[in-house]
């Protein structure tokens, strides 16, 4: 019986050994689906974009995701932001693909480079790479060919570089850099420029499925057919950044900080534009982290401050006004001073913004001044110049009838009971100085 129970026992413990390897071999069987991280990027090349694109890449190497795919769409950027991307590029343990997609999109200038950088290069048809050579800030001059020449030799240095290291074109690279080169995606294919053409994110990873990779020594297989996209989006905190990172935007809030605080200066106690004044000044500054501000510019924006809140507290006929308004227009024009559009200050923004916070300016003053100068119509110094009727003999002592109230007064020359009197000031004790008006001939 005891023998019969062990046989029972060894059947079932071999039939549930079975079941457990059938189990692990199904799963061993089923194929495993690569997971790649992706963003999408359709900006300028900026601080905030950096900090995005770096982040990602940080957490899907973390994770251990099968590659990273930056899909591009730019027009270049800040030299900076690009070397802060590069870097992460050229250190990524997974394997990083730049898709310049969708059609009639761009990477250029920082773009190009950022392109260049990628383990695997694609573009999609309709869009065009290129377009690197560096710009000089400020205007032309003997000092400034020397910088421009420094900076043109190092960014080709750089993209002769990072074009060898990733086994592409590095004449056509540095021709980027050197004679604003641009080439359309069959071309830049054609000449090892970028890896291949895909039409959509489905034939770039079946089109990358197999391709081989470096690492250090090793040489290492990409897989991508199949593959999930886990496309991630910015953080609020950085969508913000973003925005106000725009110049045009950045130098409005700036605009709106300095009103709000004239605003307060100028009517002490209001609160609310002193508030919103601080808090637009803030986000401006916080904005000017990632522009290339010119602070002489900024500068000259606040000495305008200061001149229209002088112009409250000093009668200068309208001199520090315009004063006022040349330091303003001077100040928003050297703000931001950059070759590429999108990296300056529209004229029609600065045109708009000056006359619009001018034409603020010049009617508060108007209305301050004219608020100064009026006469009092309340309180002791309202009751100057008010006239009235003796109501007795007036000389040390006497009393008279002023605004429908008896009023004690006294007068430097004598003046008879019932005649018209005027205010001439109030003295201590609510006592009326007076003087007799002149008959009216």
């Not at 560096?134 to 080709?156: R, Y």
């Not at 605080?261 to 209001?270: C, D």
Request: proline share 4%; hydrophobic share 50%.
């Amino acid at each position: 019986m005891m023998k019969i129970r062990w046989f029972i026992l060894l059947i079932g413990m071999a039939l549930l050994l079975l079941a457990g390897v059938s189990v692990y071999l199904g799963r061993a069987e089923q194929p495993v689906v690569p997971r790649i991280g992706a963003v999408r990027v359709a900006d300028v090349i900026s601080p905030p974009v950096a900090e995005f694109v770096v982040s990602q890449l940080d957490k899907a190497n973390g994770d251990g995701l099968s590659a990273f795919l930056l899909e591009l769409d730019t027009p270049g950027g800040l030299d900076s932001a690009m070397r802060t991307i590069i870097q992460e590029l050229l250190g990524s343990d997974i394997p990083v693909i730049v898709y310049v997609t969708p059609g009639g999109a761009r990477a250029a200038s920082a773009g190009a480079l950022i392109a260049l950088a990628a383990d695997f290069a694609a573009m999609a048809p309709g869009t065009t790479i290129g377009a690197a050579h560096p710009v000089a800030i400020g205007i032309g001059g003997g000092q400034n060919e020397v910088m421009l020449n420094k900076v043109t030799e190092d960014a080709a240095a750089y993209a002769r570089s990072i074009a060898q290291q990733r086994g592409r074109n590095a004449e056509l690279a540095e021709l980027m850099v050197r004679e604003s080169l641009s080439l359309s995606a069959e071309e830049a294919v054609r000449r090892q420029v970028v890896d291949l053409l895909a039409a959509d994110e489905t034939a770039l990873l079946t089109a990358l499925d197999g391709s081989e990779y470096r690492r250090g020594d090793q040489h290492l297989t990409l897989r991508t057919a199949g593959g999930e996209l886990m496309f991630a989006e910015m953080s609020w905190r950085q969508k913000i950044l973003t925005v106000i990172s725009q110049p045009n935007i950045a130098y409005m809030l700036l605009m709106l900080g300095v009103l709000g605080i004239f605003f307060e200066i100028s009517q002490p106690g209001v609160i609310l534009p002193g508030a919103l004044g601080t808090i637009a000044l803030l986000l401006a500054f916080f904005a000017f982290q990632t522009l290339p501000i010119n602070y002489v510019g900024v500068l000259l924006i606040f000495l305008a401050l200061v001149l229209f809140i002088l112009e409250v507290k000093v009668v200068s006929y309208g001199m520090l006004s315009i004063g006022g308004i040349v330091s303003m227009t001077l100040g928003s024009l050297m703000l931001i001073e950059h070759p590429e559009p999108f990296l300056r200050i529209s004229l029609s923004v600065i045109a708009g913004t000056v006359a619009v916070i001018s034409g603020l300016f010049l009617v508060i003053l108007y209305c301050v001044v004219r608020t100064q100068r009026r006469r009092f119509f309340s309180g002791a110094e309202g009751m100057v110049g008010e006239l009235g009727e003796a109501v007795t003999d007036i000389h040390q002592e006497g009393k008279v009838f002023v605004h429908g109230e008896y009023w004690q007064a006294y007068a430097a020359a004598p003046i008879g009971q019932g005649e018209k009197v005027e205010v001439v000031c109030v003295g201590s004790n609510m006592r009326l100085e007076v003087k007799t008006v002149s008959p009216i001939k």
